[in-house]
């Protein structure tokens, strides 16, 4: 039963920030790149950032780059999104996903249960 479990959601006002934390179950995470994704109401999924397997690579979206970074610890099996700076704009459920390489090809092969990040007044 190979989960990712997600955490560190929540309410926030704009120009606060949150750490999300994905969190592999039943399997290692340091085989994969991990990504982020998030969707918005009524919106596509998008990629947010990714990071290769040995944390030696990332990549942004231009719409948090220099505002949120991706980072893991392999010994806690563990991923994790800081979000700085947050904007009304990155209000969606955020879903953290397996890739199916140990680069970030763009193919998940696992997905997360998602965890809803609000950015309000």
Do not use: H
């Amino acid at each position: 039963q190979l989960q990712l479990v997600e955490s560190g959601g929540g309410l926030v006002q704009p120009g606060g920030s949150l750490r999300l934390s994905c969190a592999g179950s039943e399997f290692t995470l340091d085989y994969y790149a991990i990504g982020w994704f998030r969707q918005a109401p009524g919106k596509e999924r998008e990629g947010v950032s990714c990071i290769s397997s040995s944390g030696g690579s990332t990549n942004y979206a231009d719409s948090v780059k220099g505002r949120f970074t991706i980072s893991r610890d392999n010994a806690k099996n563990t991923v994790y999104l800081q979000m700085n700076s947050l904007k009304p704009e990155d209000t969606a459920v955020y879903y953290c996903a397996a890739d199916r390489k140990d680069y970030c090809s763009g193919y998940v092969v696992y997905w997360g249960q998602g965890t809803q990040v609000t950015v309000s007044s």
